[in-house]
């Protein structure tokens, strides 16, 4: 009896650096936009698998869901159905303004071959899709973006 809970115990303390592994990691996102004329920009910021195909919504700027057929690949991919995306919408994200948002992420996603994009859309302005794809690794990641995004960034 004495051998089988010394046993279990052991095998509890070598699963424990597995199991803390396992848990979500909290990776923060910064996204600084352009100075440019116009309205606030909608932000679609997801995860895509290494095909880029869409995955999960990790956050939406801007609540009018009227707009976000104009976050094309976001939208397209499934992003755009209400369940992706409850609870993790604010405000448009005005011209030369920052945006930093707080996600959690499985670590089996990280140098898996898994990327963090962004779609934004001014109104009465041009649309981009995936503006920035940023790669998920386990180092912090930078890119610049196309359009409205002057800077996306992410760490942990």
Do not use: C
């Not at 909608?42 to 880029?52: P, Q």
């Amino acid at each position: 009896m004495h051998k089988t809970l010394a046993t279990l115990a052991l095998a509890g303390v070598s699963a424990a650096p597995l199991l803390a592994q396992a848990q979500p990691q909290p990776l923060t996102l910064d996204v600084t936009l352009k100075e440019y004329r116009g309205e606030g920009a909608y932000l679609a910021i997801y995860l895509t698998d290494a095909d880029g195909q869409y995955q999960k919504t990790l956050w939406v700027a801007g609540k009018k869901a009227k707009y976000y057929r104009h976050l094309r690949d976001w939208s397209r991919g499934g992003g755009a159905q209400r369940a992706e995306y409850d609870g993790l919408t604010g405000a448009s994200v005005g011209s030369g303004k920052n945006l930093t948002v707080e996600v959690e992420l499985e670590p089996a996603l990280l140098d898996a071959g898994y990327q963090i994009r962004i779609d934004s859309a001014v109104e009465d302005k041009r649309d981009n899709r995936a503006e920035v794809i940023l790669p998920l690794t386990r180092e912090p990641g930078a890119a610049a973006g196309s359009g409205y995004v002057d800077r996306a960034s992410y760490r942990f």
